[in-house]
């Protein structure tokens, strides 16, 4: 069983954002730029491009609405989309708020965020979601 599903399944708590029957959206807790957002499928598959034709279009249209109030609640140009998969074995796409490429490097020093931090960003892309 991934961390991921683990999250999924509510055994390790997160800063959700969205769910549906499919896929599971949260905050990524050592985020590249505040409101770095992970959306995940709720199956276990290792790689995006191993999920099934549906699943895969479907994962986006699940993420289109989050991406676009991630753009609402920062300071950004738009919202970044990155699908890396080295560091957990289950599927996952970052929303990530960005001005610039290098906001998506990956080989950056992750920020540390507070749990008020955390929870503030939640609150404002879910604000944003549903606002």
Known sequence: MSVFTKIINGEIPSYKI?????????LDI??????????????????????NEAYLSSLLLFAKPIGKAIEKSFDCNRCGIAVIG???????????????????????????????????AQHKIIQNLHG
């Not at 050592?30 to 499928?41: I, K, S, Y």
């Not at 920020?111 to 955390?118: K, P």
């Open 30 to 51: 050592f985020p590249l730029v505040e409101g770095h957002t992970l959306v995940v499928p709720k199956i276990e598959v290792n790689k995006m491009f191993d999920l």
């Open 86 to 120: 080295l560091e957990v074995p289950h599927a996952h796409l970052h929303l990530v708020p960005i001005n610039s490429a290098d906001d998506l490097n990956f080989t950056r020093k992750k920020l540390q965020l507070s749990e008020e931090q955390l929870k503030l």
């Open 18 to 26: 969205a769910e549906d029957e499919k896929f599971f959206a949260f």
